[in-house]
């Protein structure tokens, strides 16, 4: 009996401290060509305004790269699978974090910088995104790392081809 209210009051505390939203989601970056060496990892988090998306890649050529999350959670064909920009609202390209789901497809991050060692990293809070739940959630989505630079223009940004791709899922 006494025993029995300890470990319901450990379990409790424990509880309490792991919030609702704690889950995360995840994906792992691959090169989309047997050859390539083109790997990464994706962090996806629950922060204030958003979720937060942190992206690391390494054995990329130097430069700015195109990265975004594709409608399908495919990464066939040399990315072409994953499809078009993840875009549930049929808006225009844009900034997500800068430009909000009116005025940016819910897929668009801009660039990541990518230095002359080939390591590049970012770090962007998608507002009105969401991980699991409904037309907005991000799991099961692929995330491409593409060839060449978004240049913001219209309708994709002219990023060019897919050379890494990664699917996410949650982890928590
Ligand atoms: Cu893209
Ligand atoms: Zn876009």
Known sequence: MKSSRILLTIVGIFMLSVPAFAHEGKAVIKGTTPDSMVSGEVIIKHEEG???????VSNVPPGK???HFHENG???DMGKAAGGHFNPD???HGFLPKDGLQHAHAGDMGN???NKDGIGSLKVILPGVNLEEGSYALNGKAIILHEKEDDMGQPTGNAGGR???GIIEVVQ
């Open 50 to 56: 958003g979720l937060s998306v942190v992206v690391n």
């Open 65 to 67: 790269h195109g990265i």
């Open 74 to 76: 495919s990464c066939e």
């Open 90 to 92: 049929k808006v225009m």
């Open 112 to 114: 990541i910088d990518v």
């Open 163 to 165: 050379i890494g791709c």
